[in-house]
Structure formats: structure tokens, C-alpha cells
């Protein structure tokens, strides 16, 4: 009545739509070197796709290269990557990336809105009680844990790596990428994700 009888549209409250951030940690040691070419795609293709995704890089450094993945000239981000990442083919400290990133990347942004990704074939150099409770505080810092090793899928894969051990039972969803059917796999898993 006091709107002399026009229809008036009530305000509904929404829920807010929470993108997803992606936090990529990709192991770049000399025992992922054959993976390599499939790892610096998977990286430019998800930096350029998810805008708010990170992406870090570790052996015994760990370096983040989000900015250096934003370049729009393939070349000149591979070789951008090459200057900056120089511990690229070294050893491996899973335990030490994972403290960084607990530290520094995944103190920013919501838990419940971000996915953890781990490419590495989870052999370590470290202690294994490291990256036990490194992977305890980050299990509490983002809603999934998905750890993606190259060679999981083949006939003959075991997880005997301590590291890969140490990280199972924190991990959501553990996935193969080692030939064409795996990676379509992955595609379905990190899509459901």
C-alpha cells in the first residue's frame, strides 16, 4: 500500500560464489627431470587459465615464479624461468618447500577456498618427520591435498620413496600423470576438485 500498489521485488541474500585459488608446488630435482616438459606445461597452462593460482618451484631452494609464468611470449618465460630458478635439476627437500609454503604462500587467502597441488615423485633428501608435520599444518591450511607423482600408475610403482610415505595419509587425492590415459584422468580429478 505505502508503494501505491506497485509490485515491489524483495532483496534475497545470495551466497557469495568463492572461486577456488590453486596453490601449485612442483618438485624441479634432478629426479623429475624427465617430467619436465609435462610439468612446464601443466604450469603455464594453469597460471594463464586460474588467475588467482601460485605456483612455486622447489628442489633444495624454493622459488615462486607466478609473476614469471604471467608473461604472454612462451620463450621468453621459459627463459625468464631459467634465469630465475637456479637450483633447477638440484636435490630435494620436500620438507623445506613444504615449510615455506606453510609460511609464506598459504598464510594469505582463505582455507576453505584453496587446493594444494604437489607434483614431486616424493623422494627426499630430508627428514621424513619434516615433511610428516609439514604436511600435518598444511592439511589445515587448505581444503584439499592433491599430490600428483609422475610415476604412480605404472605396473611396477610402489610408494617406497620415505618422503611420498611421510605425505600419504595427509594427502586427498593421490594421481598419476606418467602417459595420455593418466593425464586424461587427472584432467577428471582436478575438475571434480
Same mark, same amino acid.
Given at each position: 500500500?505505502?508503494?501505491?500498489?506497485?509490485?515491489? %521485488?524483495?532483496?534475497?541474500?545470495?551466497?557469495?560464489?568463492?572461486?577456488?585459488? @590453486? /596453490?601449485? *608446488?612442483?618438485?624441479?630435482?634432478?629426479?623429475?627431470?624427465? #617430467?619436465?616438459? #609435462? *610439468?612446464?606445461?601443466?604450469?603455464?597452462?594453469?597460471?594463464? %587459465? @586460474?588467475?588467482?593460482?601460485?605456483?612455486?618451484? #622447489?628442489?633444495?631452494?624454493?622459488?615462486?615464479?607466478?609473476?614469471?609464468?604471467?608473461?604472454?611470449?612462451?620463450?621468453?618465460? @621459459?627463459?625468464?624461468?631459467? %634465469?630465475?630458478?637456479?637450483?633447477?635439476?638440484?636435490?630435494?627437500?620436500?620438507?623445506?618447500?613444504?615449510?615455506?609454503?606453510?609460511?609464506?604462500?598459504?598464510?594469505?587467502?582463505?582455507?576453505?577456498?584453496?587446493?594444494?597441488?604437489?607434483?614431486?615423485?616424493? !623422494?627426499?633428501?630430508?627428514?621424513?618427520?619434516?615433511?610428516?608435520?609439514?604436511?600435518?599444518?598444511?592439511?589445515? $591450511?587448505?581444503?584439499?591435498? /592433491?599430490?600428483?607423482? =609422475?610415476? !604412480?600408475?605404472?605396473?611396477?610403482?610402489? =610408494? $617406497?620413496?620415505?618422503?611420498?610415505?611421510?605425505?600419504?595419509? !595427509?594427502?586427498?587425492? #593421490?594421481?598419476?600423470?606418467?602417459?595420455?590415459?593418466?593425464?586424461?584422468?587427472?584432467? $577428471?580429478? @582436478?575438475?571434480?576438485?
Amino acid at each position: 500500500m505505502r508503494h501505491g500498489m506497485d509490485m515491489v %521485488e524483495l532483496a534475497r541474500v545470495q551466497r557469495r560464489v568463492r572461486k577456488t585459488r @590453486l /596453490v601449485l *608446488l612442483c618438485d624441479v630435482s634432478g629426479s623429475m627431470d624427465a #617430467f619436465n616438459p #609435462f *610439468l612446464l606445461q601443466l604450469m603455464l597452462g594453469i597460471q594463464k %587459465e @586460474l588467475k588467482n593460482a601460485r605456483t612455486v618451484v #622447489f628442489s633444495t631452494a624454493v622459488t615462486e615464479i607466478t609473476s614469471v609464468l604471467r608473461r604472454r611470449s612462451v620463450q621468453h618465460t @621459459l627463459q625468464q624461468v631459467g %634465469e630465475t630458478v637456479r637450483h633447477w635439476s638440484g636435490g630435494t627437500d620436500i620438507g623445506g618447500a613444504l615449510t615455506r609454503l606453510n609460511r609464506s604462500v598459504l598464510r594469505e587467502g582463505s582455507a576453505r577456498s584453496t587446493v594444494a597441488v604437489i607434483i614431486s615423485d616424493g !623422494y627426499d633428501s630430508g627428514r621424513t618427520e619434516v615433511i610428516e608435520r609439514e604436511m600435518r599444518a598444511l592439511r589445515r $591450511r587448505v581444503r584439499t591435498v /592433491v599430490w600428483i607423482n =609422475p610415476m !604412480y600408475g605404472a605396473a611396477s610403482f610402489e =610408494p $617406497r620413496a620415505q618422503g611420498m610415505k611421510a605425505a600419504l595419509p !595427509y594427502i586427498d587425492h #593421490f594421481l598419476p600423470a606418467y602417459n595420455a590415459q593418466s593425464l586424461q584422468v587427472l584432467v $577428471r580429478e @582436478l575438475a571434480r576438485v
